[in-house]
Structure formats: C-alpha cells, structure tokens
C-alpha cells in the first residue's frame, strides 16, 4: 500500500497532461486506466499491491458507484423523457430481462461448473451498462437524438435497476450454499431495500428543498451550491447503511427523488416567468460529475492492477468464450427482440444492440462479492468471468465507440427517416432509427 496512492495520482497528473490529444483518438480514458494499473499491479511492477477485499478498495468502488448512481438518477427529467421514452422503455423493460435470461442460459451452457443460482448472479452482474466506455456514443450530435438518448437513459437507469436483483440473486445464492439462512436472507433483503428507499427519499427532498429554496432566496454561494447535490449523495449512501439498508439504492433513489423535486420546482416558477434556477442546474452538477470522473478514473486503475492481473492468471476457452457472447449475442439479440414492432432499420439495430458496455457496476458488484470470500463454492470462476468480460468490454467498446458512431451518422445522413414521421404502420414514439 505504500507505493499504491503515489502510484494512482501521478498516473492521473500523466493523462491531465495529454488528456487534450488523446481526446480526439479511439483509446480512451478507461483504456489508458485499465491498462496503466495492471502495468502497476502486483502482476507487473507491484507498485499497487492491494487485495481485493481490502477496505479501502471496498471503500472506493462504493463512493465511485455510490456517485454515479445519483448523478444519473438525478439527470432524469420526466417530462421530458416522456417524448423520447420508447427505446429506453424497451431496452430496460424487454431487453434487460432478456438479456439476462440469455446470460443465464449462456453461463449453464459453457460454465457447467457453476451453480444454477451463481449462474444467474453472473448473468445480473453483467448486466448494466456503461456509457463512459463508449462516450462519443452518447454525445456526438451528428447521431440520431433518439438512438443517442435511448442508449444514454438505459445506461444511467439500468444500473440502479440492477442494485436490487444483484442484492436478490446474491442472497439467493448464498443461501444454496448454506452462508445464509434462506430466512436471514429475505429479511436481509427487505432490509436492504426498504431501508434504502426511505434514506434515499428522505435525503434527496431535503437536499432538493434546500437548493430550491436558496436559489429563491438568492443565499445560496455559488460553490455550496455544487456541494449540495454531492452532499446528498453521501448523505443518502450514509444514512441507509446504518438502518440496515443498501446504500446504493438510497443513491439511486435520492438522486430520483432529488432530480423529480428540482425539475418540478424549476418547470413550476419558470411557468410563473420567473425561471432562474434551471440556468445553474448543469452548474451545480459540475461538482458532483468531476468527483464521480475522478472517482472512477481511479477505480478503473485499481481494476486493473487488483482484479485484471490475477484473472488473467486462471483465464480458459470458456471464460473467453463466455465474455465474447455476452458482449454480442446475449445482448444483441434481446435488443433486437425488444424493438420488435418499432421497425427499426437493419444498422439501428445492430448499433444500438452492439454499445451495451460493460464497466462500472459490474466492477463494483465484483468487488462486494470479494467482499466476503468463500461465500460461494465458485467465486473465483464467476468472478474471473466477469473480470474478463469488462476488461474486453473497456478495449473493444472504446476502440469502436468514435469509429461506428461516425460511420453510422453518415448512413444515417445518407438514409435519413425523420424522428416525427415514423415508418408507415409504426407509432411515432416507436421509432428508434
């Protein structure tokens, strides 16, 4: 540990400093931290040398998931996700249920050795996605807005989501192996859940209120008001964990409840001709964006130099061949089951079902698991499977993101479909590309 915190800040003062260069080429940041820290790992130079169950990576992956989770829940705004909320509503209702029934057929399949329910924790694990991995994805203009914005909600939306089910199947599974009780198990879970909704509830309003009611007022310093959205986060995350509940639902569900409290307040005085505070909004989430940037810089380099290292150390034919489906057929065939009756057209489908990357939940869902080993007869072969299948994921889904996003725009551009005129039969909200 001596040389780790050293180690991670000059890798992050080393990219700041080409950040601006490497901005405009295929490999991107996650790329660079992934590969930087399993370089630095204990399988390499040694310069990081942590367990995986230590504390303060345990600690890391909270915060950084933790921060994530509000940041996009807050970003929700329903008005106007009610025009754009077919793709999103598909991918999330349809595709994500799918994908991971496929991902639990797949896992009996080709990794015979894992239990039924640990198959279907390996499945929920790998089931979120990350748009960080794939940035120019969700931010590049010249894509259609609904295929960039469907993409973009699923990623934020999907991960809490997946919180709960992770939570259900991993009692479950502790519960076959004997860890648990089956009864210590649902009560734990109810706890959890429960728990985690009120504190998320609760702290979200509170925040919400405040900020609301000092933009009014006009007493609010511009600087405390970006620490309000991530003093929220920390106080959701924190306050469920002693009562006993998930405090990664309390951050999903306070940045919900923070986001549906600010967009009322906002749409409400804006109605009334006196709209100041959504000019600040995207000012106040700068803060809580840059900590959530950082924080997951660095757990992209523990990553790397803590998990990657050693599962490359126990990889075989069926983890890589595992990885390699649930990057494509497991997750592009529910898409294109779930845009059944939409008509979407043969390279929208094939864009939207291939940019599901996989990265920081599912790093963090890993990390828990380790949390507490031995709990299962297969962690180590769930867990190396996962491993490999975001650092596949964080190499393929980066070096592809700008170079197909381009070159769906231009055959987008060069057989356009106008987002109000839906193909003949097809509803207009239906209409994904």
Known sequence: MTWALPAIAAMLLAYSAVSGRIAGTPITAPIIFTVGGLILGANAFGLIDVHAGAEVVKLLAEVTLGLVLFSDASRVNLPTLRAEISLPARLLGIGLPLTIAAGFGAALVILGDLAWPEALLLAVILAPTDAALG??????????????????????????????????????????????????????????????????????????????????????????????PVTAAALAYTAAVPLGGSGFIAAFVGGLTFGAVRHRATDHHEGGGTGGEAEGEDEEADMLDEAGDVFSAVTFIVFGAVLLGPALGHLSWAVLGYAVLSLTVVRMVPVALSLIGTHPRGPTVAFVGWFGPRGLATIVFVILILEEPDELPHEGLLVTTAVITIALSVLAHGLTAAPLADRYAAWFRRHPRREDQPAPGTPAPGTPG
């Not at 009692?171 to 859940?193: C, M, N």
């Open 135 to 228: 940035q120019a994805v969700v931010t590049l203009p010249i894509l259609p807005s609904r295929v960039r914005q469907g993409l973009n909600v699923e990623s934020g939306l999907n991960d809490g989501i997946c919180v709960p089910l992770f939570l259900v199947v991993l009692a479950v599974a502790e519960a076959e192996a004997g860890a648990i009780g089956g009864g210590a198990g649902a009560r734990l879970l109810t706890e959890q859940i429960g728990y985690g909704v009120l504190a998320g509830v609760v702290a979200g309003a509170i925040a919400a209120a405040l900020l609301v009611t000092g933009a009014r007022r006009r007493s609010l310093d511009p600087l405390w008001a970006q620490i309000i």
